[in-house]
């Protein structure tokens, strides 16, 4: 079952804005810098992350590093769901003019799991550590800009993964809240 397509004039906003992302990131530096950012995103600096603040944090980081595990795992449930759901191809597969930089590692397009997850984790993790707000969010934007600029997503697979990202890591951090 797919989802219902965006209106036409959304989508071709969508479709232009890909393709103009994914123009810039043929230069090679740029394609170079948002590969990298988006391997990170892969889970390699979560993990790290997540260890680092399980390591150094106590117990209350230990608590923290299992938070952002749990809701990681979730948000991995959450996006092969909807991906499976949605069906939406992948811009370098229907949309002229982009070119994927990078390979997937799937085969669908929304929403990005790299953004969905960032997010999650970043919610989680600032909540606890306000330090660590403007290196995460930034990195976090990066994520998301990255799976555009190198052909994989759609804006609006982004904008729509931030939103679902940003209420799950929401919710963790109410649950903890009711149940601790």
Not at 65 to 87: D, E, I, N, P, S
Not at 117 to 135: E, R
């Amino acid at each position: 079952m797919n989802a219902a397509p965006p209106s036409p004039r959304r989508a071709n906003l969508d479709r232009r804005m890909c393709v103009a992302a994914n123009r810039w990131g043929a230069r090679r530096a740029i394609g170079v810098f948002f590969g990298l950012v988006s391997r990170l995103g892969d889970g390699v600096f979560w993990y790290a992350l997540m260890s680092v603040i399980a390591l150094v944090g106590g117990l209350h980081g230990l608590a923290v590093a299992a938070q952002m595990a749990l809701t990681g795992l979730t948000a991995l449930l959450m996006y092969r769901v909807l991906k499976r759901w949605t069906k939406r191809p992948r811009p370098f597969r229907s949309c002229p003019g982009v070119i994927a930089h990078v390979p997937p590692l799937d085969e669908f397009s929304f929403p990005s799991g790299h953004t969905l997850q960032a997010v999650a984790f970043t919610v989680v993790a600032v909540a606890h550590y306000t330090v660590l707000a403007p290196f995460l969010i930034g990195f976090a934007a990066l994520i998301g800009a990255s799976r555009v600029i190198l052909g994989l997503h759609y804006p609006s697979d982004v904008l729509a993964a931030t939103a679902i990202g940003g209420g799950l890591g929401t919710l963790s951090l109410w649950l903890e809240r009711v149940i601790f």
